[in-house]
């Protein structure tokens, strides 16, 4: 079925994302570019050759990628003021919309895969959101979604967040309308830095505490202090930026407590894959 051509989504909400999203020229610590690049190319094998929506897009750092192995690739996000940056770097190269997760402004059978990254817990119905997607996709078509991992003793929640996934809450929401899932586990806790292993305990009082940062100036500080250097965030993901390691399967029936984030795949059953082929 041909995509429809992308309508202004409704948008319901008022809280305003652009002080926690990762924007390109913003300051990083080399970790937090590597899981950039991981979780987009991850989506890139696995949307080889489809028609994909990123949602959540925020400053569109992996669309460019996603450009060149993809049939075609729409994003959008619900924050205007992040979507703007994204638009001033791609201009007409990718059509970019502003919408709402949980109503997405495509018609049924648009695509072949559908992209949230680090945002499923800003979602305020994650039921919603997995609805939509089974309404946009193809027969065979993949929800691709990456999150921090919740069951980490020193796990953080965002501001503004709802709810957390870990491993079986991931299977079940999308379980619980006919997908079939795998995951992954990136970033494992026992391959960071000295320094961030020995600053876990403190960050777990700091959590426990409430005294985490809430702001980019003041996380900047911090990131400084417990990653040491830190880069400028890319606009645009390239190929070779990072070396790809092999992820660690996770089993998707109890909480995994060794990764940072998390990496699942739920896809539509007695289908075909992006690229057609069997999977």
């Given at each position: 079925m041909a995509r429809p051509a992308p309508a202004a989504g409704k948008v319901t909400t008022v809280v305003e994302f652009s002080e926690f999203t990762e924007?390109?020229?913003?300051?990083s610590s080399d970790e937090q570019v590597?899981?950039?690049c991981r979780?987009?190319?991850?989506?890139?094998?696995?949307?080889?050759?489809?028609?994909?929506?990123e949602a959540a897009c925020g400053g569109g750092q992996g669309l460019g990628y996603l450009l060149g192995l993809a049939k075609s690739v729409t994003a959008g996000d619900y924050d205007a003021?992040?979507?703007?940056?994204?638009?001033?770097?791609?201009?007409t190269r990718v059509p970019l919309v502003r919408f709402d997760a949980q109503e997405l402004p495509f018609g049924p059978g648009s695509f072949d895969a559908v992209?949230?990254?680090?945002?499923?817990?800003?979602?305020?119905s994650a039921d919603r959101f997995v609805a939509e997607c089974r309404r946009v996709l193809r027969p065979g078509g993949k929800v691709l979604v990456a999150t921090a991992n919740r069951d980490l003793f020193d796990f953080q929640p965002s501001p503004?967040?709802?709810?957390?996934?870990?491993?079986?809450?991931?299977r079940s929401l999308f379980e619980g309308q006919g997908f079939v899932v795998r995951q992954w586990g990136d970033t494992p806790v026992t391959e960071v830095s000295l320094r961030q292993r020995i600053l876990r305990p403190v960050k777990w009082l700091a959590v426990k505490l409430n005294l985490m940062p809430g702001n980019k100036v003041a996380k900047a500080w911090l990131k400084r202090f417990v990653f040491g250097g830190l880069i400028r965030m890319p606009s645009e993901l390239q190929s070779g930026m990072w070396t790809m390691p092999l992820l660690s399967v996770l089993p998707t029936d109890v909480p995994d407590r060794?990764?940072?984030?998390?990496l699942c795949e739920a896809r539509l059953p007695d289908g075909r894959g992006c690229d057609g082929a069997d999977r």
């Open positions: 924007l390109p020229g913003d300051l590597g899981r950039m979780r987009y190319y991850w989506a890139g094998d696995a949307c080889r050759g489809g028609d994909v929506l003021r992040v979507l703007r940056v994204a638009r001033g770097h791609y201009g992209i949230l990254f680090e945002a499923l817990y800003y979602v305020p503004h967040s709802h709810r957390y996934y870990g491993v079986p809450q991931l060794a990764h940072k984030v998390l």
